[in-house]
């Protein structure tokens, strides 16, 4: 028999539920009390942490500057692409793929791929959703535009902001590239610089810099807006050299090539090329070399060095024009020190000594300096600390010398190590009147204004002993017993000095010993008689240098990037 509940029964579970309804109620009052009062919940501090999550969870746009070159062309930029897919079966949305056929048809004429491959992938009975591959990737704006007008039931895209770069080969290492990562302290999705400029200025060109300083001062924004940079480079200048180095490293194989154009009176740096070098855009290449050797690599600089010992020992009043000595061979210490040649040229004055390059003549003047003097002269000109030039992994070099038979060879640029960067800063002495330049990639910041401010670092050389030695650098090239005869151009007055580093064995003391394990380098100052340009090549071992010399080589580079830069002024 069934029992029908009785008029008490059904006031006790009212009253019951009435009392659980009531404690329930209290307990969300006190709770939310607590919440209001202590704002905390499980020992979470919800003040803090709400200030720790309001940075990134509420960004919704992120724009990377923009990278100019100095004349306002674009290196690097934002883009938007997109990745297509096709829906073929869902349970939430009425579009999807109709006619297969038909859709295979259409996308082949934008994809690189077959109409019966798209086919097969559309047929894809396990599938509710397909990509397409390499081919459905990096979709342009206007193909995406093109496709969408075709109006194929199921085709969606899905958009990607991502760094395109103008050019897959422009200065590579120094500009770097940016990817996209995911940033845990901002809580969204970021272009992230990885090496060169992009990884230096990182801060600036994300707007993350900017972003941190608008939250300390209470400021509250929804997005990232990071700077645009303005480079120094020229980018007609430098798609000339980057042509010009490929043609020389496919020729004659080198371990690495570089070179470097610097207008003298700024210190801006205008073009800056390497090999082997790498594809920004797809970054081929980048397992080969990752370092930019501008700012990352040291090397013996060689003879080169010489037109500071010379400049130097002028100044000082060590030597007076027309003196001479002898050349061939130097006892330094316990060694002897000889020229290139072995056996010198006789009785030669100090000055015709640079235009043969004799190691002789430049260990005869910091012997009358004396060494410890000649590496006080190295330090105040920048070598052996870095030049803070905000690039990233940037070498300080070594100017440690483990004895004095070392500083006075250091004389012909041997027994210490420099990056380019610190030389070309040193450099900028013989064709800047003695004062010293500070090397500058960076031509202005957000404003397409030209605020350009030149360094000048000092002026460790006076201006009479620069036009000295930029003078007997014109001998070099002009005179016949000059080593930089393959530099005389028929275009413009050349001022060079070559050099002829040797290079440390690897797998034990001394140096390599075949006939092309060198540095060759050469440093040139054009037009000669008020310099604008300072250019600065520099190759290691060409493995297939074709029975032509060092400098041979370098001229092939040399001279037809020189006459570029002079018809084009």
């Keep these: 028999m069934r029992k029908f509940k009785t008029n008490s029964d059904t006031r006790k579970n009212v009253t019951t539920l009435a009392f659980l309804s009531l404690a329930v109620g209290v307990l969300l009052i006190l709770r939310f009390g607590q919440l209001m009062i202590n704002k905390t919940v499980n020992n979470i501090d919800l003040v803090e942490y709400g200030q720790n999550n309001d940075m990134g969870s509420s960004i919704t746009e992120a724009r990377r500057g923009t ?24 349970s939430w949305d009425d579009n999807e793929v109709v006619d297969t056929d038909y859709t295979a048809r259409v996308l082949s004429n934008y994809l690189d791929l077959t109409q019966d491959e798209i086919l097969t992938i559309l047929l894809n009975p396990d599938a509710n959703q397909v990509e397409f591959g390499e081919a459905g990737k990096n979709i342009t704006p206007d193909t995406k535009t093109l496709i969408d007008n075709e109006n194929l039931p199921g085709i969606k895209f899905d958009s990607q902001v991502k760094r395109q770069y103008v050019n897959d ?20 999705t970021v272009l992230k610089g990885q090496i060169g400029i992009e990884s230096g200025l990182d801060g600036r060109l994300s707007g993350i810099d900017q972003y941190k300083t608008n939250l300390d001062n209470n400021i509250q924004a929804d997005y990232l807006s990071g700077d645009d940079v303005y480079l120094t480079l020229d980018s007609r200048l430098q798609n000339f050299m980057e042509d ?19 207008e003298v009176e700024t210190g801006r740096l205008l073009t800056a090329a390497q090999r082997p070098s790498f594809n920004l855009n797809t970054r081929e290449g980048i397992e080969q ?3 930019n050797m501008l ?45 290139y040649n072995l056996y010198g040229w006789g009785e030669i004055t100090f000055d015709e000594g640079l235009s043969r390059s004799s190691n002789v003549g430049v260990v005869k003047l910091v012997e009358r300096m004396g060494e410890d003097k000649w590496v006080q002269v190295l330090e105040e000109l920048g070598f052996g600390k870095s030049t803070q030039s905000g690039l990233p992994n940037e070498t300080e070099g070594s100017l440690q010398f483990d004895n004095p038979v070392s500083k006075i060879m250091s004389s012909f640029g041997q027994g210490f190590a420099a990056s380019p960067i610190q030389l070309l800063q040193a450099y900028t002495t013989i064709g800047n009147d003695g004062k010293q330049m500070k ?26 002993a620069a ?28 001022a060079a000095k070559t050099g002829t580093a040797q290079i440390a064995d690897p797998n034990g003391n001394g140096y390599l010993t075949g006939d092309y394990d060198y540095y060759f380098s050469v440093v040139a100052f054009f037009p000669a008689e008020d310099p604008e340009f300072m250019l600065y090549i520099s190759m290691k071992q060409p493995n297939n240098p074709q029975g032509r010399t060092g400098s041979q080589i370098l001229s092939e580079i040399f001279h037809p990037f020189v006459e570029n830069v002079m018809i084009n002024q």
């Design 67 to 90: 990278i100019f070159d100095q004349n306002g062309q674009p290196i690097a930029m934002d883009t938007t692409s997109y990745s297509m897919y096709a829906v073929l079966n869902s």
């Design 169 to 188: 080969y422009f200065a590579s290492h120094l500009i770097g590239y940016a990817v996209t990562e995911f940033d845990e302290e901002l809580n969204t």
């Design 244 to 262: 010009l180095l490929d043609i020389n490293y496919k020729r004659y194989q080198p371990e690495e090539v570089s070179a470097y154009l610097v």
């Design 289 to 291: 070399k990752w370092t």
């Design 295 to 339: 700012v990352e690599e040291a090397f013996e600089p060689g003879s080169t060095i010489k037109i500071l010992t010379l400049a130097t020992s002028y100044d000082l009043g060590l030597y007076q024009p027309g003196e001479t000595f002898m050349s061939g061979e130097v006892a330094v210490y316990d060694q002897i020190v000889r020229d």
């Design 439 to 464: 090397i500058q990639y960076i031509d202005r910041m957000k404003s397409s204004q030209n605020t350009f401010e030149s360094e000048v670092l000092g002026q460790p050389i006076t201006e009479e």
């Design 467 to 494: 036009d000295h030695v930029l003078g007997l650098m014109v001998n070099t090239v002009e005179e016949s017993y000059g080593t930089a005869q393959d530099f005389k151009n028929q275009t413009v007055n050349i």
